[in-house]
């Protein structure tokens, strides 16, 4: 059935079509005249402005046919004189089956398949996807704009591979090609390629690839490599929560762990966008081979094209200086440098390449030492490195032997640390002579036994850290550089709870995991008399008080003795003092115990800053020249054993001018007869 007909000259005036039979109830005479009435009356454009005719919908088209069925009738009328009757329901039904039957049969010459009009209008999914039998994209949008009966022509049949001039590819016809146009695919089936694209020679399991950047000649990427960069990626994107095009710093020694991070990063950046930066730092400890590590990770860098930033630090002196060892002092000077180009180049991520080895390394040294359940979780995958910046280590899920495989699957180049032979360190000795028997005689894969142990142990320590933050933080109060632990909370604690507390303030205060015996010496004050004094682990201190525990650096008790002139700016260890002379209406009296006003005729020209002894005596003011000593003057304020001994006194070469912080002499106070007024404004870190 041929619906082309002649373009319409005006999109109003609807043409008449071949009656087929009454379609629909028919509208009242009235109504179809004046329908028509409308239509016909209806203004034409100017010839020489053409008008594309809108193709009418669907629900037009019928509406059309009921209007040109009804002017037929009532022609029909005209001529015999009779009154047209009206259809009956059954011949309703009737015409619009034969309607759909003729509109089915021209469909199916087009390849198209159209639902039935008495069944509901909204097509079913399978429907409404492309199916693939669909001859092209281009062919099946061009079909679905030419909706207009008279622009729609009959859709020549789909081409063939050889109508393009190529040959069909080999092997039995596709399944779509079997299967009826009318007939929906299966929904499977939909979203899959056309079988005609799908070559019989791929394998059915797709296989992930990584495109390298061409720099210098490198080797495809093995089979037995991509495990390790899919571990290395897992790791990033899950328990790392490394996120797409991320600024990662990589530090890079010139050995086979950070080799192998750097190039395994670099293919993944391709797929992810990370923004790679490279970090080493020249320790100055093995001379020419210091140099040509240094060399080599610029080589490195220009082979990449990575940007490189590199440091030259003194290890030696620097480890003098803070007494500290080679090792200690190599890893300060070394995130101290990480921590600052993080800043520099806004790196989110620092990398840094140990592994499965490291962490039961670690697990073994602090068990040696007695840590306690941090210390045995080992070396954690991530950690806070600066306020703005994590450290990370995507390789601590694979062991050395994995690592050294894919680098010479890779063909990578590094270079070995001679330090690593020598077993004056802790470290190496554990490397070199207590794992290979331990593998040898225990466990063949001791390696994976303790970093999974680690594991389970970091997990642990999580789930109990966070069960005793909020009693940490009901018991524990920091102020002035020292922490104080509540004795009376800390004695009722369980004894795991209560060691966990302690030791996580010990760790906050000395910035390193500490030692179960260092969490026993604090326990150990508890029970001991008020002003025992214990020290604990690198120089921190524990002071029992009367209410709490004080642990603080060491420094903070040390003797001050400072002498000083009655007016200037001073200072001696955390302890400062401001002697200024002001007006008398600059006199603030009471306002800031920290700050008081002094006579200054009754000062002499030289003063002292000093650390109260026993023995000393003043005359408190408002106590009318009664002279008491310093300690039982802190006895009677109720001041902590912390701040007894922390308290300072300025002083005269035989007086007590004032205890800072808390009272002064009535013999140096101002008058009515006072002339010149001195201010002394005391401050402690």
């Not at 399991?205 to 037995?224: G, H, N, Y």
């Not at 703005?388 to 680098?407: D, Q």
């Not at 994976?448 to 524990?476: C, H, P, W």
């Given at each position: 059935?041929?619906?082309?007909?002649a373009?319409?000259?005006?999109?109003?005036?609807?043409?008449e079509?071949?009656?087929?039979?009454?379609?629909?109830r028919?509208?009242?005479?009235?109504?179809?005249?004046?329908?028509?009435?409308?239509?016909?009356?209806?203004?034409?454009?100017p010839?020489?402005?053409?008008?594309r005719?809108?193709?009418?919908?669907?629900?037009?088209?019928k509406?059309?046919?009921?209007?040109?069925?009804?002017?037929?009738?009532?022609?029909?009328?005209?001529?015999?004189g009779?009154?047209?009757?009206?259809?009956s329901?059954e011949?309703?039904?009737?015409?619009?089956?034969a309607?759909?039957q003729?509109r089915?049969?021209h469909?199916?010459?087009?390849g198209?398949?159209?639902?039935d009009?008495?069944?509901?209008?909204?097509?079913?999914?399978?429907?409404?996807?492309?199916?693939?039998?669909?001859?092209s994209?281009?062919?099946?949008?061009?079909?679905s704009?030419?909706?207009?009966k008279?622009?729609?022509?009959?859709?020549?049949?789909?081409?063939t591979?050889?109508?393009?001039?190529t040959?069909?590819?080999p092997?039995?016809?596709?399944?779509?090609?079997?299967?009826?146009?009318?007939?929906?695919?299966?929904l499977?089936?939909?979203?899959?390629?056309?079988?005609?694209?799908?070559?019989?020679?791929?394998?059915?399991?797709?296989?992930?690839?990584f495109?390298?950047?061409?720099?210098?000649?490198?080797?495809?990427?093995?089979?037995?490599?991509?495990?390790?960069?899919e571990?290395v990626?897992?790791?990033?994107?899950?328990?790392?929560?490394v996120?797409?095009?991320?600024?990662?710093?990589?530090?890079v020694?010139?050995?086979?762990?950070?080799?192998?991070?750097?190039?395994?990063?670099?293919?993944?950046?391709?797929e992810h966008?990370?923004?790679?930066?490279?970090?080493?730092?020249?320790?100055?400890?093995?001379?020419?081979?210091?140099?040509a590590?240094?060399?080599?990770v610029?080589?490195?860098?220009?082979?990449?094209?990575?940007?490189?930033?590199?440091?030259?630090?003194?290890?030696?002196?620097f480890?003098?200086?803070?007494?500290?060892?080679?090792?200690?002092?190599?890893?300060?000077?070394r995130?101290?440098?990480?921590?600052?180009?993080?800043?520099?180049?806004?790196?989110q991520?620092c990398?840094?390449?140990h592994?499965?080895?490291?962490?039961?390394?670690t697990l073994?040294?602090?068990?040696?030492?007695?840590?306690?359940?941090?210390?045995l979780?080992g070396?954690?995958?991530?950690?806070?490195?600066?306020?703005k910046?994590?450290?990370?280590?995507?390789l601590?899920?694979?062991?050395?032997?994995?690592?050294?495989h894919?680098?010479?699957?890779?063909?990578?180049?590094?270079?070995?640390?001679?330090?690593?032979a020598?077993?004056?360190?802790?470290?190496n000795?554990?490397r070199?002579?207590?794992?290979?028997?331990?593998?040898e005689?225990f466990?063949?894969r001791i390696?994976?036994?303790?970093?999974?142990?680690?594991?389970?142990?970091?997990?642990?320590?999580?789930?109990?850290?966070s069960?005793?933050?909020?009693?940490y933080?009901?018991?524990?109060t920091?102020r002035?550089?020292?922490?104080?632990l509540g004795?009376?909370?800390?004695a009722t604690l369980?004894?795991?709870v209560?060691?966990?507390?302690?030791?996580?303030?010990?760790?906050?205060?000395?910035?390193?995991?500490?030692?179960?015996?260092?969490?026993?010496?604090?326990?150990?004050?508890?029970?001991?008399?008020?002003?025992?004094r214990?020290s604990?682990?690198?120089?921190?201190?524990?002071?029992?008080?009367?209410?709490?525990?004080?642990?603080?650096?060491?420094?903070?008790?040390?003797?001050?003795?400072?002498?000083?002139?009655?007016?200037g700016?001073?200072?001696i260890?955390?302890?400062?003092?401001?002697l200024?002379?002001?007006p008398?209406?600059?006199?603030?009296?009471?306002?800031?115990?920290?700050?008081?006003y002094?006579?200054?005729?009754?000062?002499?020209?030289?003063?002292?800053?000093?650390t109260?002894?026993?023995?000393?005596r003043?005359?408190p003011?408002?106590?009318?020249?009664?002279?008491?000593?310093?300690?039982?003057?802190?006895?009677?304020?109720?001041?902590?054993d912390?701040d007894?001994?922390t308290?300072?006194?300025l002083a005269?070469?035989?007086?007590?001018?004032?205890l800072?912080?808390?009272?002064?002499?009535?013999?140096?106070k101002?008058t009515?007869?006072t002339?010149?007024?001195?201010?002394?404004?005391?401050?402690?870190s």
């Amino acid at each position: 059935m041929n619906r082309s007909s002649a373009p319409v000259k005006s999109p109003h005036v609807v043409p008449e079509q071949p009656s087929i039979g009454p379609v629909a109830r028919q509208p009242s005479s009235r109504r179809a005249s004046q329908t028509r009435s409308r239509a016909v009356s209806s203004p034409s454009p100017p010839q020489d402005t053409p008008v594309r005719p809108k193709p009418p919908s669907k629900r037009g088209r019928k509406k059309t046919a009921a209007i040109s069925s009804s002017h037929q009738l009532e022609q029909q009328a005209q001529q015999t004189g009779a009154t047209p009757a009206l259809p009956s329901d059954e011949e309703i039904t009737a015409s619009a089956q034969a309607i759909n039957q003729v509109r089915h049969e021209h469909n199916k010459e087009r390849g198209d398949t159209v639902a039935d009009s008495t069944e509901p209008t909204k097509k079913p999914i399978s429907q409404s996807l492309p199916s693939e039998n669909t001859s092209s994209p281009s062919r099946s949008s061009s079909r679905s704009r030419r909706t207009s009966k008279h622009a729609r022509q009959q859709t020549p049949p789909p081409r063939t591979p050889a109508d393009n001039g190529t040959a069909a590819p080999p092997g039995p016809p596709p399944a779509s090609q079997e299967q009826s146009p009318t007939t929906a695919a299966p929904l499977q089936e939909l979203h899959s390629p056309p079988a005609q694209s799908r070559p019989s020679s791929v394998s059915p399991r797709t296989r992930r690839s990584f495109v390298v950047r061409d720099l210098v000649p490198m080797p495809d990427i093995p089979e037995d490599c991509l495990p390790t960069i899919e571990h290395v990626e897992r790791m990033l994107t899950t328990e790392l929560a490394v996120e797409p095009g991320a600024t990662i710093l990589v530090a890079v020694s010139g050995g086979v762990d950070s080799v192998t991070l750097l190039d395994v990063l670099f293919i993944l950046s391709y797929e992810h966008g990370y923004a790679l930066h490279i970090a080493h730092v020249n320790h100055q400890l093995r001379g020419e081979e210091s140099d040509a590590d240094e060399a080599f990770v610029r080589t490195l860098a220009k082979r990449y094209d990575i940007p490189c930033h590199v440091t030259h630090v003194d290890t030696a002196a620097f480890a003098r200086k803070h007494r500290l060892s080679t090792e200690e002092a190599a890893r300060e000077l070394r995130y101290r440098f990480l921590r600052q180009m993080c800043s520099t180049v806004h790196a989110q991520y620092c990398a840094v390449a140990h592994t499965a080895d490291d962490t039961a390394e670690t697990l073994l040294l602090n068990l040696f030492r007695g840590s306690g359940l941090t210390g045995l979780s080992g070396i954690p995958p991530k950690r806070p490195l600066t306020r703005k910046a994590y450290l990370i280590r995507p390789l601590l899920g694979i062991t050395r032997e994995e690592i050294v495989h894919y680098a010479r699957a890779r063909a990578l180049e590094w270079r070995d640390d001679s330090t690593n032979a020598e077993r004056s360190f802790r470290r190496n000795r554990v490397r070199l002579d207590l794992m290979p028997t331990l593998k040898e005689h225990f466990n063949p894969r001791i390696v994976e036994t303790l970093a999974r142990t680690a594991q389970l142990l970091r997990q642990a320590d999580g789930f109990i850290e966070s069960l005793i933050e909020s009693t940490y933080t009901q018991i524990a109060t920091a102020r002035d550089g020292r922490i104080e632990l509540g004795r009376s909370q800390l004695a009722t604690l369980h004894p795991f709870v209560r060691n966990e507390i302690i030791e996580r303030a010990l760790t906050e205060l000395s910035g390193k995991p500490v030692s179960h015996a260092a969490v026993e010496r604090v326990v150990s004050l508890l029970s001991a008399e008020t002003g025992t004094r214990q020290s604990v682990v690198g120089g921190i201190v524990a002071i029992a008080d009367r209410q709490a525990i004080v642990l603080s650096d060491e420094k903070l008790f040390q003797t001050v003795y400072l002498p000083i002139f009655k007016l200037g700016s001073y200072s001696i260890g955390r302890y400062a003092i401001i002697l200024e002379e002001v007006p008398r209406n600059d006199v603030r009296l009471g306002a800031d115990p920290f700050i008081e006003y002094f006579d200054y005729d009754k000062l002499p020209y030289r003063l002292f800053l000093r650390t109260w002894q026993a023995g000393d005596r003043f005359a408190p003011i408002g106590m009318h020249g009664e002279r008491v000593l310093i300690a039982d003057y802190l006895t009677n304020v109720k001041a902590s054993d912390y701040d007894r001994r922390t308290a300072v006194v300025l002083a005269t070469a035989d007086d007590i001018i004032w205890l800072c912080g808390y009272r002064m002499s009535e013999t140096f106070k101002i008058t009515n007869d006072t002339r010149r007024i001195v201010r002394a404004t005391f401050r402690c870190s």
